[in-house]
């Protein structure tokens, strides 16, 4: 099954990015390419294609497999950026951190107002960046179409949060 596949490949990193935090490096799994195309059929059999319309990717590790998906799935690709990466005219969203607060951006015509968006990062934890993203996505007219996570920090409630925009999380591997 892909989910132990992950987990027997996935690097826990203590302390980083700061003491405390167990990171889910997904950098191994990019020398399985095996595992990389399971990850891409992983999500292809739990999502509804004909409801997709655009897929966004999360700078900088949604964009690995975002492409890639979106491409599959026949569907542009839109990358949600931190702010000032974005070399044309953004709408933007911040979002709070746990010390501080950040700012992720969009082009302001990623997408046609009406377009459902499939967000896709490596990693849901907290849900607050995804969020945002959703926020930003909603302010361009889009709706959530689904969320598809490599990794779901359960733990962390991330999902519940994100039930307000869409039913549809898909997650590869849950911790």
Do not use: W
């Not at 990019?30 to 739990?46: H, M, P, S, W, Y």
């Amino acid at each position: 099954m892909i989910d132990q596949q992950l987990k027997d490949v996935i690097r826990d990193v203590s302390d980083f990015p700061k003491p405390g935090i167990v990171f889910k490096d997904i950098t191994p799994i990019l020398k399985n390419t095996q595992l990389c195309d399971a990850i891409l059929e992983g999500f292809l059999d739990r999502l509804q294609p004909d409801a997709i319309d655009v897929v966004a990717g999360i700078e900088s590790r949604g964009f690995l497999f975002g492409l890639s998906l979106a491409q599959r799935l026949g569907k542009p690709f839109v990358p949600i950026r931190k702010q000032g990466k974005l070399p044309y005219r953004t709408v933007a969203q911040s979002y709070a951190l746990e010390y501080g607060e950040a700012i992720v951006e969009i082009h302001e015509d990623a997408f046609e107002p009406g377009a459902r968006v499939l967000v896709h990062d490596d990693l849901l934890a907290t849900g607050g960046t995804v969020i945002a993203t959703s926020k930003l996505i909603e302010k361009l007219g889009g709706t959530i179409a689904g969320y598809a996570f490599i990794i779901s920090l359960d733990f962390l409630a991330g999902k519940e949060k994100l039930a307000d925009y869409s039913q549809q999380v898909v997650s590869l591997v849950d911790y």
